[in-house]
């Protein structure tokens, strides 16, 4: 009996530990290319994108007249590899809970902060460089 409820155990940590995959953006050329015109102001908006059999995410965010993105990875908290959650207004680390205002998210105060990636608009679309991405894949 003992050996099964080990086995069990095992399982249910590994799943609960899993990593969330989200959508998979578009991609044009050498750039993640997110439709600017969809994003809601103040609620972001997460991707996965894949590479060497690991899943990148990340999120982008309209707040304070400008569109932001950042991994959801926490600088201090990444290797529990369970990035974020938003809900009402806060975007949450799901490993130590500490919350940050969608507004003052950039800020990136306290040593837990989600990691800022390089972006820009350009036209009606934001464009993320898949090699930003590609360089930050140890965090995943």
């Keep these: 009996m003992k050996p099964l409820y080990i086995s069990l155990s095992l399982l249910l940590l590994i799943s609960c ?3 969330p995959v989200y959508t998979v953006p578009a991609i044009e050329g050498t750039d993640i290319v997110i439709d600017a015109g969809t994003l ?3 609620i972001p908006r997460f991707y996965t994108y894949h590479y060497r059999n690991k899943n990148i995410n990340f999120f982008v965010i309209k707040t ?4 932001l993105s950042f991994l959801d990875a926490c ?4 290797p529990a590899k369970l990035g974020y959650r938003y809900d009402n207004g806060y975007i949450i680390c799901k490993q ?3 919350r940050y205002s969608v507004s003052e998210v950039e800020k ?3 040593s837990c902060f989600p990691i800022r990636i ?5 036209g009606s ?3 993320i460089p898949v090699s930003v991405l590609q360089r930050e894949s140890d965090k995943f």
């Design 17 to 19: 530990s899993r990593q």
């Design 40 to 42: 809601e102001p103040d």
């Design 64 to 67: 304070n007249g400008k569109i």
């Design 75 to 78: 600088a201090n908290c990444y």
């Design 96 to 98: 130590c809970s500490v």
């Design 108 to 110: 990136g105060f306290g």
């Design 118 to 122: 390089s972006g820009h608009l350009k």
């Design 125 to 127: 679309k934001y464009l």
